[in-house]
């Protein structure tokens, strides 16, 4: 059992490039305004930034494909009939460009209008483009690919994506380019099962990776149940206030040769455990020593494992008395029942924000610290609303107090307070069937 004041729980930092950086952000209590209901934007994804291998003398190079796409904010706009415009002039000179067939190109080839449908607003891949060095190109040589986007739908029936906030460098390059392929998603695993991660590294580059290194992290509910002698592990219970997580750093020194695919020395296996729920399994790989990888887009990978689970979030109330003009300590507390935990490791948003309503005739003095001032439409104004944030995970057996200080104005019988906890998950809400014990009430001055 764990029990800690409002605040203290902090996360790890970022877990490399595969990961990301977890950036701990509010949740805020009130509804869109009617202006950002209405509003929509249309975006152009593609990468900063792409390496191509130097051509072989008396050769070709090998194409490298480069994944681009559109994507909208409101999904409460259907976005149709998106029109991506690739401008590859550029890289004259640089890099050779393959024309997939839902692309246009002119007749000189450089600049081409790609049809992607229906904009969704999650970004997939719509257009796969091939790029590879061109002849006589020398390593370091270096050019650029300029978008440009419309489409049909929004507030006023066409979106177009904001100019120049797109663009890919491609350089010409030389070396090892180790990747892992991603992996198929799993929902609704059972409790125990045993998983098999698909990890396969394979050499895209010209040139031998001499060794590779493996960086790995698994969520707190699952058990990495391989352990390789190469690897040196922590966690999860041994993180303190940080995400409870299993870190594993490992050197191998297998070489992995132009072309070649490679496998771990014994498959990677995990359970999953009695309190497991979203789950996300994180790897990548480097070449060893200091030999720089030459695309590292593919380098890491996330498997999200999602349990057949369920975690109970509750809030619990508290009386107290006093005569008018005293003040008084009014403290509601969290606890997940569990059997679940929850944690929000890739948006390091709180896994839950409550609301409390001082009762009526009170006013507070001195607030926890991850609680503020909060509005919500259809506030009544003389009554005081604070908004308080849980941190990004909450494991089973989790109290969290939050003491408010509430100076008594005058003296109501009864004056009933309201807290509300609003479960939030990254991947669903539903995980809190009992919704029962999501309110409570905190009494000043009850009757006898």
Known sequence: MSSVPAGRVLRRGACAAAVGALAVAGLGSGVASADEAQSDQLWIQAPYEQSVTVAPD????????????????????????GRLTVDVSGLAGVADVSWPDNCTPNDAGTVAVCDTGNVPTRYSAQVQLKVRAAAGAAVGAQGAIEYSATATGGPDGTLTAPEGSAETFVTVGSGPDLGVTAPQDVNDVALGTSLTVPFSITNTGNETAHGFTVKMWATYGLDVVTRYPQCTYTGPDDSGDYTPMT??????????????????????QLAVTDHALYERFDYEVQPAGDTTDLDTSDNGRSWHINADNTADFAVHGTEVSGAAGDTVTAAFRFVNRGPAWVGNVSSGDPVAVIDFYLPEGTTATSVPDTCHTASTSGDDPTIGHYACTLPLWAKPDLKVSFPFQLRIDRVVPDATGRVVVHPHSDTSVNFDPNSKNNSAKVVVNPSA
Do not use: I
């Not at 050769?59 to 480069?66: P, T």
């Open 58 to 81: 008396g050769g070709a190079a090998q194409y490298r494909s480069l994944a681009l796409g559109l994507y909208h904010d409101n999904d409460t706009f259907t976005v149709t009939d």
């Open 247 to 268: 870190y594993a750093t490992c050197t191998f020194d297998t070489e992995v040769t132009p072309g070649a695919t490679v496998q771990l020395p014994q498959p990677l």
